[in-house]
């Protein structure tokens, strides 16, 4: 038996203790000889083989050996895994059996419990990303239309151009505190947003978190898409203008017309498949929007400057607004600007984990104020021009293409419209369906896994909720879906101060994973500090938000709408602090470690972390686990 040939595969049935799953107490396990020195075990549960992980030959035991002649590794991978035809793969969907995803066991959560890879710690092969990249992820999330359009809501309310400029400067500078803060609990730790919240809200009260940010990502990825069917309009109709007189057959009262539909499936189609690119493979796609957007943002500022014959004179407009009303409106100008990326700013780790060092993280510092002033410069240029060229001011980019006609004006509607199909998908990559899949896989990692959340967010979003509904339903509405904000500024900010100041950056990354380990905090999964900080926080801009919602209850509230001016800041802040100040004075001595635990390149080893309590891996046991890893 010393030597083997690689063409025979020997099934062992064992009972050593360093076979049984690694501590999952199984009797027995089935392992598959492929060479002399690596042995596979596997479980065998009816039809069912699953890797469970290396071991050398010395933990075999030679009395159960039973030879297969396997003519080659092509078979032995088919008997390992066996082919299913197209009807018995949809018979087995017919169950709740069928959805099961294998198992990981290269886990750190508990024994029996189920989770997925892309739940799990982010593996070395998959930190692909680095400093540029999260450069074309920053250029692939804020080059969309409502970062062109942003300007337009500030001076609208009766600012000018300069306290447009102004707040989108700054307000993306207070937003990227916490995309710093939060996003190197991903780099470092290389986990998603869903496991990291666990440390200070809890086990299960993290899965509100959860919720709140899956909710939001929801209704923003059903806009972004209906916007993204309006972009598909102009490609088709520069190339088939008679695409825009197609007969509408729908009702008026479901808010969408024959051809609005057509777009709208057209793009949901296109969209659909580059959804589905993992995460870690997206780098490329960032840099092609990079290129694509800016070039033809620049062509359409070039253009609309050249017909006008200049920039316009949106840069003489007066005042709207005077006094302290006018201190009030720039307020809330820069908390909209920053409460406009409470949602990055809340699960930036789903994308940081997949950087290779951290220090692409404060690049975000440079990159989303810089990308917010040139989209923003582009859209008031744009829009001052279209003042001379069409007579009214235009703040839409797809609006301002629909009115180019002839060869060369629908060759550039082609473009503007393509820039902006590409720009919208982005969005929705970076911004809104992987963090939203991310949320799901991880409240239901047996049956989900992110390809199957980026399915079920995009149905859901993009035909379930009606987008077009959302768009032109009632103001109350669109301003309900902003003031989500005031929910997610505590969140994040309970984040960001549990690891920077609570745990001074030491977490126990396998004790995440484990639902009665050390950040369960009591038997309702709950750490209380981070509901009463919580609640300190959202309450107070309730009143505000919901004037916001029904202006007609203004009068009843007094002045706590001058709260809800600030919300973004008002929530992040006092969250940061109330969590902070309640952690010092009653503290939770379970969570304090010396260092933090990582143990994501030894996950053999880290399976049990914790087989006593909470307690560190005693002896024996680290003994136990050191042979296996050195085996392998």
Known sequence: MAKMNTSIAYVILTRRPSLQSFGRRRPCGVAIIITSKTVSPCRMAGSTVGFDGIVDGSDINWHHVSPLQLPGRATLQSWLHPTMTLHERIKSKTTRQGWVLPRQTTSFADPGAWTNVDCD???????TWSAWTMFGYWFSDALNAQSWMAPASIIALGLTWREAIVCIIFGSLVCTVPLVLNGMVGARLHIPFPVAMRASFGWYFSRFAVVTRAITALFWHAIQTYTGSTAMTQIIRSIWPSYLDIPNNIPDSVGITTQGMISHLIFWLVQFPILLIPPHKLKWFFVAKCVLVITTS???????????????????????????????????????????????????????????????????????????????????????????????????????????????????????????????????????????????M????????????????????????????IIHSAQSLLAFMAGLGIFLAPIAAMLSADYWVVQKQMYDIPGLYRAHGRYRFNKWGTNWRAAVAFLISVVPSIPGMAASVDPSIKGTIGDADKLYFMFYFWGYTSAFLVYIGLSYFFPAPETHIAATIYEDSDIISAAEGFDKGDSELGDEKKMGEKDVVSSV
Not at 121 to 127: G, W
Not at 311 to 334: C, E, F, K, Q
Not at 455 to 465: E, F, H, L, P, R
């Open 121 to 127: 710690v982010t593996p070395l092969n998959r930190r």
């Open 298 to 440: 620049v062509a359409v500022v070039i253009t609309m400057t050249s017909k006008a014959g200049g920039a316009g004179d949106i840069w003489n407009l007066p005042y709207g607004v005077h006094g302290t009303d006018r201190s009030w409106l720039i307020l809330s100008s820069l908390s909209s600007i920053t409460g406009g990326w409470a949602t990055m700013a809340t699960n930036i780790p789903d994308f940081t984990r997949y950087l290779k060092a951290d220090k692409g993280v404060y690049w975000q510092v440079a990159f989303l104020p810089g990308i917010q002033l040139m989209l923003g410069l582009f859209g008031i240029i744009c829009c001052s021009a279209s003042k001379v060229v069409y007579g009214k001011y235009i703040w839409d980019p797809l609006e301002i293409a629909s009115h180019w006609d002839g060869p060369s004006g629908r060759a550039g509607a082609f473009f503007v419209g393509l820039c902006w199909v590409v720009a919208q998908i982005g969005t929705n990559l970076s911004a809104n369906v992987i963090s939203c899949a991310n949320d799901i």
């Open 442 to 469: 991880c409240l239901w990692p047996k049956y989900l896994n992110i390809r199957r959340g980026v399915i079920i967010t995009t149905v859901i979003a993009g035909w379930v909720m009606q987008p077009w509904k």
